[in-house]
């Protein structure tokens, strides 16, 4: 993620985000937001909603402790919470493999092969090269089905 969205970030959910600048002895937050800018606005979104549940439910504070793309999903690890913030994280975990990392389009959005990156048909074409293959959901569906089917 861009320098300046990371930034905002931070400004925005200093709570959440108090343990962005700590040593690495201390967090995986160090190392900032390991995402794409396509991202940001679910990780807004996501920090708004826990922030506002907190404070509404005088709940201990949340404090991310890492946020990265693994498999072509959003991860939010956080050091507590309840079942209605963990609620909230899967489910933008589900939205993120549904919105291009690198641009944030909901649309024509598929998965790329090797190192996964979940991307839109148009950032896929741009970003893969020639070691990675970007295929729609559509098309992974398919394959799924027919290797299902076929067994």
Known sequence: MRKELDELL???YPKILVQRHLPKEQTCMCWGFAVGDG???LIDLLCRYIQQHVDRLKLPQVEAV???EKFGELRFY???GDDEIFKAIDYTTYLSVHTCEACGSMDDVGQTSGWVSTLCRNCGETET???K???SWDEIDKEIEKSVLDD
Do not use: D, E
Request: with cysteine.
């Open 129 to 131: 090269g020639k070691s």
């Open 39 to 41: 991202w940001f606005h």
């Open 10 to 12: 931070c400004k925005r």
């Open 133 to 135: 293959t970007w295929k």
């Open 66 to 68: 890492q946020v990265k």
């Open 78 to 80: 956080i050091n507590a």
